[in-house]
Nanobody, 128 residues
Framework: QVQLVESGGGLVQAGGSLRLSCAAS????????MGWFRQAPGKKRELVVA????????YYADAVKGRFTISRDNAKNTMYLQMDSLEPQDTAVYYC?????????????????????WGQGTQVTVSS
C-alpha cells in the first residue's frame, strides 16, 4: 500500500515559519487527493488543509487561512505545507494523509472519513 513519510517539523518561535514535506511511495501520488491533519494535546484530530489530485483546488480551515499554504509536486510524489506566522495554538502533531478512493481531479476532499492512509506524524511546537 501507499506509504507516507512526513518531515520538517520542529520548534519555532511565534511568528516564524516551517515547511513540512510529505513523500509518498508505493503508488502513483498524482492519482490521490491529499491533506494535512493535526492533533494537539487534549484535542481531537482535525483536517487543516486539503488539496485536489491536480492541485487546482484547496481547502483551508478557518484557523489557518492566510497563514498556511498547501501545494504538491506530483512529479516528485511530494506534498508540502508552508506554515507562516505560526502561533502557539498551531502546536500539534501534523499528519500527512491520502484518499485511496477515486475523486474528481479538481475536488479537495474535506470529509475526514475519506482519508485512509497516513504518515507517522511530525511534531510542530510553537513557542511564545
Amino acid at each position: 500500500q501507499v506509504q507516507l513519510v512526513e518531515s520538517g517539523g520542529g520548534l519555532v518561535q511565534a511568528g516564524g515559519s516551517l515547511r513540512l514535506s510529505c513523500a509518498a511511495s508505493g503508488r502513483t501520488f498524482s492519482n490521490n487527493a491529499m491533506g494535512w491533519f493535526r492533533q494537539a494535546p487534549g484535542k481531537k484530530r482535525e483536517l487543516v488543509v486539503a488539496i485536489s489530485r491536480s492541485g487546482s483546488s484547496t481547502y483551508y480551515a478557518d484557523a489557518v487561512k492566510g497563514r498556511f499554504t498547501i501545494s504538491r509536486d506530483n512529479a516528485k510524489n511530494t506534498m508540502y505545507l508552508q506554515m507562516d506566522s505560526l502561533e502557539p495554538q498551531d502546536t500539534a502533531v501534523y499528519y500527512c494523509a491520502g484518499v485511496s478512493a477515486w475523486a474528481p481531479v479538481s475536488v479537495a476532499v474535506t470529509i475526514p472519513g475519506q482519508y485512509d492512509y497516513w504518515g507517522q506524524g511530525t511534531q510542530v511546537t510553537v513557542s511564545s
